[in-house]
């Protein structure tokens, strides 16, 4: 047997119900007694139709052009290796979110498509989203544990992490990321179901009977990740910290004036941009991290149920902030990593000539 859900649409709201199916009954959820529809109206339109597209396009082209610098750069520094996988993430994550904005803007969803876009994107969209965010999350954690054993180890550092080891760090957080996923689907499928207040059949979810355990299962599975990946993140990035003034100083006493200052610039830099991306992904994905324990504590903050519109806002409010993280880190390695700077402007600014004098 499988349990149908429906989501309705109301036109003149555009706010969005959960429909209980049975062969014989339709129950409409309760109206969410903290943002009525009308202020969820507002926010649907502005922030996940408007916003959404304007800030995963613009992410979009900043990730773009870091792989076309990072490719130039080359993948002989394992910290490049990394980011670079970083930003194949973030570029997968803008892209997902540049489908659900599509999906949530009235003139798609009330267009000839034969599909329920609220359904499709919550399949192709949220999930695979919450996916890839998880995927950063665990590189994030990599590059700054990377970055702090050089610091610790320097000496011993590039027989620990090789680029041919960043590379398959990365490949594994994606498959094993990856498979929090089937569950879900297993318990998760379109079908073809009649909408009464569209007067027509469109392909829509229908969920198993054990998907509600299975579902909460999976996002108690994301949280611990989550947490584990932000426990690495900050505790790197506080050892990280620590051992870099107590490097420096130590090279202070031990090393010549001229010799101290290129080194201690060098790891300098590259710490900073690298606490830099640390504190910003912290900063962003932390709320919606927080929604997923409030969903955990309160079952009625769901789609569908009594908090149906508060839960849609405020995750579209959690997703602009993981999309400007994963948009914006171009500006950190622009600010902070030299030769990034030197061969985006070469290619992108063609200050080849100013950038080659400088060098000399």
């Known amino acids: 047997m499988v349990y149908v859900q429906e989501i309705q ?34 926010f649907f339109v502005v922030v996940k139709c408007a916003m959404y597209e304007v800030c995963s396009v613009f992410g979009i082209v900043t990730n773009v052009l870091c792989l076309i610098v990072y490719r130039k750069l080359g993948c002989e520094e394992t910290v490049n ?11 997968a994550s ?40 998880r995927v950063s999350s665990c590189i994030t954690a990599f590059v700054t544990m990377e970055r702090c054993l050089c610091i610790v180890i320097p000496l011993k550092i590039k027989q620990v992490m090789t680029p041919k080891r960043a590379v398959i760090f990365i490949i594994l957080s994606f498959f094993f990321m990856g498979m929090t996923l089937p569950p879900v689907y297993y318990t998760t499928r379109l079908e073809w179901l009649w909408y009464p207040a569209r007067n027509k059949t469109l392909l829509g979810l229908a969920f198993t009977p054990e998907r509600e355990e299975i579902y909460n299962s999976v996002i108690a599975i994301n949280l611990v990740l989550t947490f584990i990946a932000f426990a690495f993140i900050i505790g790197g990035t506080l050892m990280l910290v620590f051992n870099l003034e107590k490097k420096t100083e130590w090279r202070r006493k031990s090393v010549s004036a001229q010799k101290h200052d290129t080194m201690s610039m060098k790891d300098k830099k590259i710490s900073k941009m690298i606490i830099s991306i640390a504190v910003f992904f912290v900063t962003s994905f932390f709320p919606g991290t927080v929604l997923f324990v409030v969903m ?32 914006v880190n ?23 000539a100013n950038t080659e004098k400088d060098g000399k």
């Not at 803007?105 to 192709?124: A, G, I, K, R, W």
């Not at 950190?332 to 080849?352: A, D, E, G, H, N």
């Open 9 to 42: 649409y109301n036109v003149s709201t555009f706010a969005n119900t959960t429909v209980a199916h049975s062969t014989t009954t339709v129950k409409p959820a309760p109206p969410d007694k903290i943002l009525n529809d009308d202020m969820a109206y507002i």
């Open 330 to 352: 171009i500006f950190i390695y622009f600010k902070m990593s030299t030769k990034f700077r030197q061969v985006f402007c070469q290619t992108f600014l063609f200050w080849k």
């Open 94 to 133: 803008l892209i997902v979110l540049f489908w659900m904005g599509i999906c949530f803007n009235p003139l798609f969803t009330y267009s000839n498509v034969h599909f329920d876009t609220q359904s499709v994107v919550y399949m192709s969209g949220g999930w695979v989203k919450l996916y890839l965010t």
């Open 296 to 327: 955990m504590i309160i079952p009625e903050f769901n789609r569908g149920k009594l908090l149906n519109n508060l839960f849609t806002t405020t995750f579209a409010f959690s997703h602009i902030l993981e999309g400007a993280n994963a948009g």
């Open 81 to 91: 290796v990394t980011l670079i996988g970083l930003t194949i993430s973030d570029l």
